[in-house]
DNA sequence: TATAAGCTTAGAGTTAACTCTAAGGTCAAC
DNA sequence: GTTGACCTTAGAGTTAACTCTAAGCTTATA
């Protein structure tokens, strides 16, 4: 039986967040003492660590909550519906991960056609693929930018 | 002269986001009427198109306020500040990036490890997988499943 | 027994970027 | 001269997942 702090050293969360995930029904503690204390099963830690794991993972604490449900009862529920919640998150992260690595690419093209200086920037070729909408491709940035710079 | 809607209409950004931008002292519009109604210039459309495109780039709406900075006096601003504000993004976004790839890897290899079917998740891997903190690797996940399906 | 550390609760605050509402003034058209 | 679309403001609500505070018990240690 562990007191929330123990819990909290073992699992990394801090207190606040157990009882938060507590208050959100996500986890619970099996016991309290006679002054109200929780107290946490080993049930209770391997339960706690599961949503850690999954939230590790990218879920987020509704996915949780029912991939929660399931594992507490795993007969009533099939593996499709365990992989529809997880399909739906790799989709999300899919998506999400597109958006970011073409913000990546940009801003590393940003970063290449400037010069980086300590000239001022009447000449910046980042501030200019800005006010063009970003129209300009790495060489005509880079262009540009070596007008500003050699002139 | 563009009223608030007609330069919602040029930009995508709704009335709303634009009086938003303007309290967070992002845009402005250079004349009012009588009225009191917001009348944009098209020197007041570059600046909200800048706006929208450095959005698009990945940049916060704090990095925005100080590229703008910049960009109405760039005799006073060097490249190095355009490219410390740029690179500063690229390094969140690189970050992010690195950890929603491990997030899909993982899903991925979960998703490949369920057979996805009907039957009850008793033998479910994905959830054997979030239970047991994500140890198991590709082929002894496949391995429980299979247990699972052969039973 | 007194001090400190740890526990309890309800509830407020944080973050970013919107998004929306209410209450009311303005304007063009019919 | 009255709809209806559009504009104004201040300020509240949204989202997710915490994070923290206050006020007050409890427990362990010296
Ligand atoms: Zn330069
Ligand atoms: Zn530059
Ligand atoms: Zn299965
Ligand atoms: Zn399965």
Redesign the interface.
Known sequence: MLKISELSKKTGLTAHTLRYYEKHGLINASNRSEAGYRFYTDSDV?RV??VK??R???FSLEDIGQ?LS??VD??????????DI??K??DE??A??TE??S??Q???L??ES???????????S??EA??A??LLDREAASRTEQQGETK
């Not at 400037?114 to 910046?124: D, F």
């Open positions: 391997r660590q599961f794991t999954a590790n993972t990218g991939l399931i594992r795993k007969l009533s529920h099939s593996c499709q519906e365990v992989t997880t399909r998150k790799l992260v899919s999400k991960l970011l690595q913000m990546q940009t801003l590393q940003l970063l400037c010069c980086g200086g300590p000239e001022n920037a009447t000449h910046c980042i501030m800005l006010d909408g970003l």
